[in-house]
């Protein structure tokens, strides 16, 4: 089976900004990925590539093997996309929604409506099926957009920001649902601001800035990139800084506090500790600090080395105000 998503050198042109950087990215069938990347990163651009709904500049984008633009129909069969904007006809009941969205992609009536029935119970909102998108909360929004990505039963579910302002509760439903989807098969492409969700959800995460990937990873591996932080509190406050051997990365003194930053805390811990005693140091205390994923990430995508690749002229197709008009008669998600 080829993987569930492969790109190769993918780049997409704004004008002069470059969203998409020769982007080579391979997402394994039954996978759960991590898109992870700061506003702007390219993470939508990268996702509305694979959809058919922003045309690539360059590089080549398959989904299960289908070109995203010449084999179209049989990549975007493929893919249930939930999208970060809430983009659903608002007219028709969501029951209504979920079934147009079934025949878009040719599953017949019949079939359709028991298909929507059995997403949204799924999705925990079929006491709502006759009513209008309008009338939903917005927690009860976000569902109906992971229901519509489910109708069509595809083999890879995109989520792009599927828990941005939900509340705990919901949250946690949703993450419950896609482990569940993913443990029966479905390959899962994810987007996410929350590094939480990453460390708890993903298998791989890769880490996109300004268009380019920075890294992809376990978030395991990920945390290992970072270093520890061991923290000793002395009986007798120390007049200058203890010298320490060369594993230490940093050491600092702030009255009897002593803290030495170090690749992995817990082997070094025992050598400071023979170190500190050996210079005469009495240990009251020892705590050992280690990087969280969240500073990784901030550390991997800082913002002020950054090089500007946008000139202060709006582009065609900014001022064609959504991707959407790029492929008008390509699908818009729900109102097909
Ligand atoms: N239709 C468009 N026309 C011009 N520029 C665009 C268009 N869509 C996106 N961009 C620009 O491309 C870059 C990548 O945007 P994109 O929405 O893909 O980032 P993102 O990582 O999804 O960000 P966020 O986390 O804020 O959703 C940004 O600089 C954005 O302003």
């Not at 080829?2 to 020769?22: F, H, S």
């Not at 990549?75 to 147009?100: C, K, S, T, W, Y």
């Not at 946690?172 to 989807?181: F, I, K, P, Y």
């Not at 950054?306 to 002229?313: C, E, I, M």
Request: glycine fraction near 8%; include cysteine.
């Amino acid at each position: 089976m080829p993987p569930a998503i492969e790109t190769t050198d993918l780049v997409k042109e704004y004008g002069d900004l470059r969203a998409l950087q020769e982007l080579s990215l391979t997402v394994e069938e039954g996978e759960f990925f991590g898109l992870l990347g700061p506003n702007g990163a390219g993470k939508t651009t990268f996702i509305n590539t694979l959809v058919g709904l922003v045309r690539k500049t360059g590089g080549e984008a398959r989904v299960f093997g289908h070109d995203v633009e010449d084999d179209y129909r049989q990549a975007r069969d493929a893919i249930g996309l939930a999208p970060q904007e809430f983009n659903v006809d608002r007219f028709f009941p969501i029951r209504e929604v979920l079934m147009h969205k079934a025949g878009y992609h040719g599953i017949p009536e019949d079939e359709a409506g028991e298909r929507a029935d059995e997403v949204l119970k799924r999705v925990g909102i079929y006491d709502k099926r006759n009513e209008r998108f309008d009338w939903l909360s917005g927690g009860m929004k976000r569902r109906l957009l992971l229901a519509r990505a489910l109708v069509t039963e595809p083999d890879l579910l995109i989520l792009d920001e599927p828990t941005a302002g939900v509340d705990v509760q919901l949250r946690h439903d949703l993450w419950e649902l896609v482990t569940e989807l993913n443990e029966e098969g479905t390959t899962v492409l994810l987007t996410t601001h929350y590094i939480e969700e990453a460390e708890r959800l993903c298998d791989r995460v890769a880490i996109m800035n300004e268009g380019r990937k920075v890294t992809v990873a376990t978030p395991d591996d990920l945390k290992t990139r970072g270093t520890d932080t061991i923290s000793v509190r002395l009986e007798d406050a120390p007049s200058v800084t203890p010298s320490v051997g060369g594993y230490a990365h940093e050491a600092t003194l702030e009255g009897d506090r002593f803290e030495v930053r170090v690749d992995d805390g817990g082997s070094t811990a025992p050598q400071l500790l023979n170190d500190l005693e050996a210079a005469g140091h009495e240990i009251a205390d020892l705590e050992i600090t280690r990087t969280s994923l969240e500073e990784i990430f901030v550390d991997l995508t800082r913002q002020d080395d950054r090089t500007t690749t946008r000139s202060d002229a709006p582009t065609n197709e900014e001022s064609a105000g959504d991707e959407g008009a790029e492929t008008p008669a390509r699908e818009q998600e729900g109102l097909a």
